[in-house]
């Protein structure tokens, strides 16, 4: 059974359906939510999850070893990034190398960067006329959205679409497939 910390800084839909996948099996569990925002809706979720959540603020992050030595506390083998707006310091990103994972709303490397999450993803998307939008599961470099790419699935852009509309459907993406793919690159890892 391997320790999951998922770091989000959101509303964090996508932490929770990794959490419920989790549960449901044995091959991990989701023990840690760190979070750079006590008042992010993942911080409730986590709790009727009955899961630990902590909060950092960035220069914690940057600067001590708290999230490290929380990460050491759990004995955490596998970190998660869903929603998690800040970068990582590469006392993280150095330990844990390919065993971290990011979902980004969009088929990188386009939409992707400084700036683009969430909504803002697909306005984007939007305005540049694309036709087809979807999601990308990555591993994590120390740099936004650059590492090598796992997974990506896509789905159509419609000629009526918002950007509330293409996001419904790409974030259904993300829960169809973000929590199988994390399972999949867990169970390599063994
Ligand atoms: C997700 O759509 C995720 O792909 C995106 O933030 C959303 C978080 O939603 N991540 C990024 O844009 C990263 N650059 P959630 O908090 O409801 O899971």
């Known amino acids: 059974m391997r320790n999951i910390a998922i770091f989000a800084s959101g509303t964090g839909t996508n932490a929770e359906r990794i959490m419920s996948y989790f549960e449901a099996g044995n091959t991990a569990r989701v023990r840690l939510i760190l979070c750079n925002k006590s008042t992010a809706g993942v911080v409730e979720r986590a709790r009727k999850h009955g899961v630990e ?25 596998y970190v998660v990034l869903a929603g998690f707006l800040l970068l990582l310091p590469p006392a993280v990103t150095d330990r844990y190398g390919e065993r971290i994972v990011n979902i980004h709303p969009s088929l990188l490397p386009k939409f992707g960067g400084k700036g683009m999450y969430g909504d803002r993803v697909h306005a984007a998307v939007l305005e540049a006329g694309e036709t087809r939008s979807g999601i990308t599961i990555h591993h ?32 259904e993406l993300e829960y169809a497939y973000y929590p199988r793919i994390i399972e999949q690159e867990i169970l390599k890892m063994q």
């Open 140 to 171: 994590v470099n120390g740099r936004l959205d650059e590492g090598a790419v796992i997974f990506q699935a896509e789905t159509p852009v419609l000629p009526d679409d918002t950007p509330e509309t293409l996001a419904t459907r790409v974030h």
């Open 53 to 77: 959540c902590r909060i950092f603020t960035p220069a914690e992050l940057r600067e001590t070893t708290l999230v490290t030595d929380w990460l050491e506390e759990f004995a955490i083998d």
